[in-house]
């Protein structure tokens, strides 16, 4: 089992420049969630992914969008780049369960560094 | 609103002391709470969970609803354990986690 893993490694891109990350999740998961960890921060909550469809949203602007595909995998885009959005981009996987259920905890892939210039 | 604060950048201890890393949270609801770990050029990875009520590689964590804490906790600390370390908090509502700031703990030899 490969766990969550994460395309591309390093990215440098420049500011105004759009960018697609992109995640497959833990074999047996069905839910993507994008976090972005800037320098000395913890991961911050951009938006969740589950059935194909943006399920929650955190305080993030609509510059940052997402996609779900059928087999699970998911791609955040990042449009008219700016200096602050150089982080590292965290794609975690889970599996959704029923609410009496416990809440599956999060598998993190290894992320992908941005750098805007 | 910060949800998880964890007042401690930094952390050192000798081989064999004991250990804590704080975390408090600020939630009204009934939270879930997590540690999670990330050792040297790895991922981010969960260490334990309050509803476990388990010991991990001999941490232990108590949720202390009075006190909103969440302290993680080891009597022993090995070399191994040098990493960072994040508390994380996931609402009653909604899928969102919510992570601290970190606390980067160093055992000295």
């Known amino acids: 089992d490969a766990g969550v893993t994460q395309s591309p490694t390093h990215l440098i891109k420049t500011r105004g420049q759009q960018v697609t990350l992109r995640c497959s999740p833990k074999?047996?998961?069905?839910?993507v969630s994008w976090y972005q960890q800037a320098l000395g921060q913890g991961p911050q909550f951009i938006f969740q992914?589950?059935?194909?469809?943006?399920?929650q949203r955190g305080n993030f602007p609509d510059r940052f969008s997402g996609h779900q595909f059928p087999n699970y995998s998911s791609e955040l885009n990042v449009n008219a780049l700016l200096l602050g959005d150089s982080a590292l981009y965290l794609c975690?996987?889970?599996?959704?369960?029923?609410?009496?259920?416990?809440?599956?905890?999060?598998?993190f892939g290894n992320g992908t560094r941005l750098t805007v210039t | 609103a910060q949800r998880v604060t964890q007042p401690e950048k930094l952390l050192s201890v000798f081989k064999g002391a004991p250990v804590e890393l704080k975390c408090n949270y600020s939630?009204?609801?009934?939270?879930?709470l997590f540690w999670y770990v990330q050792y040297s050029r790895q991922r981010l990875q969960l260490l334990l969970r309050?509803?476990s009520r388990e010991s991990i590689k001999g941490f232990t964590a108590d949720l202390n609803k009075g006190e909103t804490s969440f302290h993680l906790k080891k009597p022993f600390a090995q070399e191994e354990d040098s990493a960072m370390y994040y508390c994380?908090?996931?609402?009653?509502?909604?899928?969102?986690?919510?992570f601290g700031t970190g606390t980067s703990l160093t055992v000295i030899p």
């Open positions: 975690a996987s889970s599996l959704d369960r029923a609410p009496w259920q416990d809440n599956s905890p999060l598998h």
């Open positions: 074999s047996g998961h069905d839910t």
């Open positions: 992914y589950y059935e194909e469809e943006e399920r």
């Open positions: 939630y009204s609801g009934s939270p879930e």
């Open positions: 309050h509803i």
């Open positions: 994380a908090l996931k609402e009653d509502t909604g899928n969102q986690f919510y």
